[in-house]
C-alpha cells in the first residue's frame, strides 16, 4: 500500500521541525574541544563570547542537549525558502537505467543558492538578540557571505565581508548581490586590518586565501565595538543548524515509508553533510538503524581521505582557536585550479570524530568527472548543479552504476546543496576542456603537516 | 473559517492542470490573424508548416478550443520544476505597514530561471513528435534560449540559438548554461545566414538586435532539413502553454477561497502576462468576475501605453509574418542603457486585442525605479528578481502603498516571472549609480511609425 511518490517531495510549513538536533548528545566520543592557541587549554565560554555571540557560543559548547528549540523568528524566515524539496531522481533514474531508486534533497532555491542560509539566518538571529551592530565574516566562492548578506538585510544588521581577492575579482556578480543586500564586501587580504597589512607585506602579489580572510574577520569583530565574527561551516553550531537538512529529509522519507540504504554529501568544512546525516546518525549512534554514509570530497583537497587527525588552526593567521580534525594543515592552499568551494584545509571536528570512529565513510573525486556528472545530471534533471554538490552527485551516480551491475534496488539520498549559476566560469573550463585534474603531492603534504601545531 | 494562509501555497503535483486553457475561446472580438508579408492575405496552415510543427500551427490557428490537453510527457517535464508556489509576501506587507495582501507566483525557480520553460519544452515535445532533428530559436538577455535548450536536452533534440551579440559578449554565463545544455549559440548577425550577412554588411559594427536574430534564426529553420523554429512569446501558442502559470495560480487562490482584486504582470511580448491572466480573464470575458488587469511595460520600450495598434513585421528582416498589435515598429530598438528583456518592439495579438477592448489596463515604469523595488524586494522577501519581474514588483508596491493610503484591503497577485542572477551587470550599475532612465522621444517614435507596413 506504499503511496505513489510524487516527483518532489514536499513537506507542509507546519510539518517543518521545531527543533535542530545536536547529534552531540547521542556520541559516545564527543569532538574534542577548541583548545586556545596560545594555552592549549580548552576555550572557556568567556573567552568564545569575545568573537562569537553568547548564545552561540553555548551552543558551540553544549554535547548535551539533543533537541534545541528553533527560535520563532528563524522559523519565520525558513517558511520564506523552506521546506526544501526532497526530489525523486526519476529522469536520472531513467537515463542510467538502473534500479536504484536516488532521492537529493535540493536546498538550491533560495537566492543564496545554497544551504548556507540555514545557518546565516541564525547566527545573524542571535547577534540581532544580542543587541550587536553587526556581524563580520569571510567568504570564499561566495555562497556563504551571499547568506549572511541576505540574514541581516532582514533583521537590520550591518554585515561586513571578506571576500578572498581571487573570488572577488573573478566573481564581480556574487559581489554584487551582496552590495543588493547591503552588505560591505572588501577582498582579502586587504589594508583596513593588521593581519591583511601583515601578509601583504610578506606576499605582496598574494590573491588571498579562506585562512587569512577568516583572520581578518576575526580581527574586524574584535577590534569594532558591537560586532561578533561568524562563520558558515566547520563549528559545532553550524552544523546544529544545519540539521534542519536532514529533519527535513528524513520527515520526508518517513511520510513515504522509504528507508534510505546510502546516505551521500559533498564535504569541505562539513556543513552540509553533517546538517544532512545528523538524525541518521543519531539513529545509527543509538543503535536504532543503519545506514551507509560517504562523505565526498575534492580530490585535490583531500582532508579525510589524506589528512591528518590531529589539532590544527582554523586560519592562516593563527588567531583563532586550535580544533581537533582532519586537516592537511592551516598553510594548505589548493591548486588554482580547483573550482568551487570544498577548498578548506580542515574538517568539522563532529565529522572527523564520526569518521574516526568509522561511523561514516569518505571518498576523493576528480574535479572533471565531477563536471561529467554535473552535465549529466543538468541534461535530464534540469537543475544546473554547483561544482561543490557536483561531487555528490558523482558519486551518487556511481553507486547507482554499481546497483545496475548487481541488480540491487538500494536507495541512495544525497544532499544537492546549491545551484551553479555563479559558477559558469568553472563550466566554461570544463566545456573548452582547459580544466585540470592536480592532486596534491605526498610531498607538498608532509611538508603542510610538518608545520601543525604541536599539541600534547 | 479560513484556513491559515502559508507562505508559501503548492499544489500536490495531482492537482496540476491537465489542460491548457485558450483564452481565444472566450473572446468575442479574436486576435486579427497573421499576414503573409508578401500577399497580404491571412497565414494559411500549408504557409506556417514550412516555419512552425504541424501540431503547434493548429494551436495557433485555434480560437474556438478552451481547453487543449498537456500531452503526458510534458506534464513528466512539468513535474520536474513545477507547480511553481504562489508566495504570499507577508515580510513585504508588513515591510510596506500595508493592509494589502499580496501574492506573487514565482516562476523562477528552475534553471532556465524564468517562466520560459513552460513553452519551451511544448513547443520542443511537438518538434520531437513530427520527427524533426531540432529547432532554431533567437536569445536576447537569455532566458528563452536556456530554456528551449534545456527542454531539446531531455528530450534529445538538436537545438541552435542565435543570440543576440551584444548579449553574447556582455552575458558569456548565459551562453555557457546553454552550452552546458548541449546547444550550439551564435552571436547574431552572423556570417551562417543570408540575412545576418545583408546586416553586417550594411552595419559592420552592428551589435545586433532580437528582431534581427528572429530573422537569422527562421531562415536557418527554413533552409535546413528537419529543423523548425520556435518562438518563446507574442505567439498565440506560447500564451497557451504559460495559461499554466495561470491556471495553478487560480487553483492555489481558490484552495484557500481568495479572490484577487488586481493582477499585475510584466509585458515584453506577453508570454508571462498573457498566460497569468487566461482564466482571469476568461471569467472576466464569460461575465462570470471582475479583476482590474495591469500590463507594466518599461518606460524605454512602452509598445502598450506609446505603440500604434496596427499590422506590423514581427522581425527586422521582414521576413516573418505580419501581425496585428501594439507595436513601437520592428525598427525600434529600445535605448542601450535599457537592462534585461522586455525590448520587444510588439505585442502578443492576443493581449493587445484585449487591451484594445478595454478589458485590461497597461502602465509604463521607470528602471531606476525598477531597481529600487527589485532590491527592497530582495531584502524582505529573499529572492533576487529578474529586472523583467521587478517591473510587476515596482506596480505591486506602488498598488499596496495605495492601499495603505486609503485603507482599503485589496488582495494583489503579481507574476514573479524569474531570478536576476544573470542580471548583476545591471544591478551593479544601478548600485554604482550609473543607470539612466531614457525614454524615447515623439520624435523616434512617430519615425519609426513612419515606416509601418501598410496594410487595408
Redesign the interface.
Known sequence: MAKEI???I?L??NEMPDSWYNVRADMKNKPAPLLNPGTHQPMTAAELGGVFCDDLVAQELDDTTAYIPIPDEIRSFY???RPSPLVRAY?LEEKLQTPAKIYYKFEG???S?SHKLNSAIAQAYYAKKQGLKGVTTETGAGQWGTALS?AC??LGLDCKVFMVKVSYEQK??RR??M????ASVTPSPSPDTAIGRRILAEHPGTTGSLGCAISEAVEAATTNEGYRYVLGSVLNQVLLHQSVIGLETKAALDKYGIKPDIIIGCAGGGSNLGGLISPFMGEKLRGEADYQIIAIEPASCPSFTRGRFAYDFADTGMICPLAKMYTLGSNFIPSPNHAGGLRYHGMSPILSQLYHDGLMEARSVEQTSVFKAA?QF???????PAPESAHAIRAAIDEAIKCKETGEEKTIVFGLTG?G??D??A??KF?NGEMSDYIPTDEELEASFAKLPKVD
Open positions: 510524487p516527483y518532489k514536499y507542509e510549513e517558511r520564506m525558502y529522469c532555491n533560495n537566492t543558492g541576505m538585510a532582514y564581480p556578480f554584487e548581490v552590495r543588493t543586500y547591503g552535465e543538468a541534461r535530464v534533471e534540469g537543475i544546473l545551484t549559476y555563479f559558469m566560469v563550466y566554461e566545456h
